[in-house]
């Protein structure tokens, strides 16, 4: 055989062993993956929003309801979870939801987002990690009587990380198996109506901590966009006809194996995601953990259109930790290190 005949050999031998090695995947998202560039470019300072009296926070979460901004807290000086302002008054409301099994309070509430409910009447969607229930919180009500009023909507399994509201009677919940991480359309009753692997095949118990991500639904649409914490790409799935893509904003989403068994010292890309009706953003930090941890880093906002082309990569002046979307004001909320509020006027990018 030839030299140039042995060298095409050993190519067609090493893509074959490097193959079966992977399991046939260059991407955890178990589809192609298309790298993509911002089309634009640019850098964007926030306007603070000064509320008066409100208490020391430590913000996980925020969303945008109606006219109001809701804050999910780790810990305040009233103990309660939940703070509300009033965006358009400027005022703040106060605070709400205590710690607690009794009537209307929550253990370890997450995954906080807005939803409507199947009157159309927007709320506030909770799911309780420790109790494994999701709930709403009726936003208006719960401002008129000055206390939590929650309504529980059904029961996740066993293992559920993530929960989120599907159209008006749904959740989506994501939980964890011993061989892959996975997802299921969720019933009132707590039934299975659907599922739906998000990560097959992979050691989840061993990867669970390299395998976060801030998760999202379009509005009013079957899509959910997946942004993954430790490797720079978001993946997009559409949970009734299964179609799955992704985009990578960094090659080093094809070193995946490598990075989902990490212990420590890896990458932090995204934080924090919102969605209007077309476009998904995206808070990117593109940072390792220990940057992140000493507070060496910068804040970007990364747009997507539906269809995962990267329209917008826009410069934070402010160092922000999470991000909610006004669709009546075109304008993004964030959240900074020191729990201080901006607002983004998005008017020049869509």
């Not at 192609?32 to 208490?55: D, H, Q």
């Not at 992979?202 to 899509?223: E, G, H, Q, R, Y």
């Not at 402010?318 to 964030?334: H, R, S, T």
Request: aromatic letters at 12%.
């Amino acid at each position: 055989m030839t030299r140039k005949g042995l060298f095409i050999l050993f190519i067609i031998t090493f893509s074959v062993v490097q193959t079966a090695c992977s399991g046939g995947r260059s991407n955890i998202f178990d589809c192609p993956v298309r790298m993509v560039t911002p089309e634009k470019e640019c850098t964007l300072r926030g306007e603070e929003v000064v509320f008066e009296g409100v208490p020391v926070m430590d913000v996980a979460s925020v969303c945008v309801v109606d006219s109001f901004l809701v804050a999910r807290v780790y810990a305040g000086n009233s103990g309660n979870m939940l703070h509300v302002f009033n965006l358009k008054r400027g005022r703040y409301i106060g605070d709400f939801l205590t710690e607690g099994r009794g009537p209307n309070e929550l253990l370890r509430p997450t995954c906080m987002t807005a939803y409507k409910d199947s009157k159309g009447v927007k709320n506030v969607y909770l799911f309780d990690l420790q109790l494994f229930e999701s709930f709403r919180f009726d936003l208006l009500k719960s401002i008129d009587v000055g206390k939590a009023e929650l309504v529980k909507l059904g029961s996740m399994p066993g293992h559920t990380l993530y929960a989120y509201p599907y159209r008006d009677t749904l959740s989506l919940a994501k939980y964890i198996m011993p061989d892959r991480i996975s997802s299921a359309l969720i019933g009132r009753s707590g039934s299975k109506v659907k599922e739906i692997p998000i990560y097959p095949d992979v050691d989840a118990f061993m990867t669970l901590s390299n395998l976060s991500s801030a998760d999202v639904f379009f509005p009013d649409s079957d899509l959910i966009a997946i942004a993954m914490c430790s490797l720079p790409q978001v993946n997009f799935l559409n949970v009734v006809s299964g179609d799955r893509y992704t985009v990578a904003v960094d090659k080093k989403y094809r070193r995946w194996e490598k990075t989902i068994t990490e212990s420590s010292g890896g990458m932090f890309y995204y934080a924090s995601v919102c969605a209007s009706d077309t476009h998904l953003f995206a808070l990117y930090y593109g940072v390792t953990n220990r940057d992140w941890m000493k507070g060496e880093y910068s804040s970007h906002l990364h747009v997507f259109d539906k269809y995962g082309n990267f329209l917008w990569n826009i410069s934070l002046s402010e160092q922000l930790k999470a991000i909610a979307y006004d669709p009546e004001m075109n304008c993004i909320y964030g959240v900074d290190e020191e729990d201080r509020i901006y607002r983004y006027d998005l008017s020049d990018v869509i």
